[in-house]
């Protein structure tokens, strides 16, 4: 798969969806001198369980950015509470809209449409609102979609499923508690 895109925009909702649901993109496009740029909503404070730092996800959201090289300066990080993205419609869309201006990509990548989570919903809606004369591309997990209608497949290598779960590693607080973070789901 050759794109030749220069800049590439992804947009997480919360701090572990952009490693969950299209790392393997990401790694081949970093392998294609894609340029990335990440805007991530939420650093979902309110559901790191209680025994870590309450900034933990944010720590380990940034050591896994690390694992693909995606420098501090091309990622942004903003202060929604995780559920309540409903409600900061209008904002989210602002936030959107400045970062296009900021960062004019070639490609965003955002949640399905038919992603049943709330934060997901709205970004995604928002995202189609101002990128919609560009192309967008959809990552998904069916455990969390009313529907999955796959249109493009990427094949990984082992060095990308190697790179996903490495990121993945990085989070400590999610690694007991989600399975979708174990090696062998991956």
């Known amino acids: 798969m050759q ?67 995606i420098p501090k300066e091309n990622i942004t990080f903003l202060d929604y509470k995780v559920r309540l993205f409903p409600q900061h419609r209008y904002e989210i869309l602002c936030d959107i809209k400045r970062l296009w201006k900021q960062i004019n990509p070639d490609l965003v990548l955002c949640h399905n449409t038919y992603d049943l989570h709330q934060d997901h919903q709205t970004v995604t809606n928002e995202v189609i609102r101002v990128f919609k004369k560009i192309s967008i591309f959809w990552y998904e997990l069916p455990w969390n979609n009313i529907k999955v209608n796959n249109q493009i497949i990427v094949k990984f290598d082992k060095e990308d499923i190697e790179l996903k779960i490495k990121a993945l590693n990085c989070y400590e607080t999610q690694k007991k508690i989600r399975k979708y973070f174990k090696e062998d789901f991956i």
């Not at 990401?26 to 909503?41: G, N, P």
């Not at 939420?42 to 933990?56: L, M, Q, R, T």
């Open 3 to 69: 794109l030749n895109l220069k800049k590439v925009l992804l947009f997480s909702p919360h701090t572990d969806d952009i490693e969950l649901w299209c790392w393997g993109l990401i790694s081949k496009l970093k392998k294609q001198d894609a340029e990335i740029f990440v805007c991530v909503f939420s650093d979902c404070k309110e559901s790191v369980p209680e025994w870590f730092p309450k900034d933990a996800l944010r720590k380990e959201f940034f050591k896994s950015m690390s694992v693909l090289w």
